[in-house]
């Protein structure tokens, strides 16, 4: 079974400072992972994604994310927020072993409030 | 090229009324999925439909009903409703692929009374 774990409900930051979400996950074989993020009334939009490869991922809107097998997580971070970076964010994996699941998982979403 | 398309984008029903949430993409995806959204809970699996002509059981299919009925339609059927499936429900297809991400719709927030 595949799971992941956002431990905050909530982070709140100051614009300017740098930014951390933070993920944890439980697969069973390799974890493709994927961040998404939601704004207000919204579906949710991709923001960057791991497969292979290097451990430090960049994607849209100067978000970035790392990769630790060891501990598995998946942090998403930024060095400088925006007062417009403020929305819910999603963690999920899919499991893509052989006889994993592709159906993807997604964590409980954590609300990011950056404060001006 | 409008992604993925959900109607209605709100609605209202008592108990016991049926509908039928419409999802359509036009990406040329193969799998499509539905979810319900509800604070604190973040997003669980309704129902999906890996390619055209298969549906599956996701973690709450109680009380809903699926139609594949082509390769860009989706629809998802509240037989019965009832309050607790108040929710904000999403649509999402993907290219198969397990590296592709998900492209989600705008949702329907539904009130059921």
């Known amino acids: 079974a595949q799971s992941v774990a956002q431990p905050e409900d909530q982070v709140n930051v100051a614009e300017g400072n740098p930014l951390t979400v933070k993920c944890t996950y439980s697969?069973?074989?390799?974890?493709?992972l994927f961040w998404y993020v939601q704004y207000p009334n919204r579906g949710l939009q991709f923001l960057l994604k791991y497969i292979t490869g290097d451990n430090l991922v960049k994607g849209s809107y100067g978000f970035e994310a790392e990769f630790n097998k060891s501990q598995t997580s998946f942090h998403l971070k930024k060095p400088s927020a925006l007062v417009s970076d403020s929305a819910l964010y999603f963690c999920?994996?899919?499991?893509?072993?052989?006889?994993?699941?592709?159906?993807?998982?997604f964590g409980r979403g954590t609300s990011l409030i950056v404060h001006p | 090229n409008a992604g993925v398309t959900q109607t209605p984008k709100f609605q209202v029903l008592k108990t016991g009324q049926s509908m039928t949430l419409q999802c359509a993409q036009d990406?040329?995806?193969?799998?499509m999925y539905w979810y319900r959204q509800d604070p604190g809970m973040g997003l669980r699996l309704i129902y999906y439909?890996?390619?055209?002509?298969?549906?599956d059981k996701g973690e709450v299919p109680n009380g809903y009903n699926v139609s594949r009925l082509n390769k860009r339609e989706f629809s998802l059927r509240l037989e019965s409703a009832a309050p607790s499936q108040t929710s904000v429900y999403f649509c999402?297809?993907?290219?198969?692929?397990?590296?592709?991400?998900?492209?989600f719709g705008d949702g329907t927030r539904l009130s059921i009374l």
């Open positions: 439909s890996a390619s055209e002509g298969t549906t």
């Open positions: 999920a994996v899919r499991d893509m072993s052989p006889g994993g699941s592709y159906i993807p998982t």
């Open positions: 697969v069973s074989g390799n974890p493709y």
């Open positions: 990406m040329n995806h193969n799998s």
């Open positions: 999402a297809s993907i290219r198969q692929g397990g590296n592709q991400p998900q492209h």
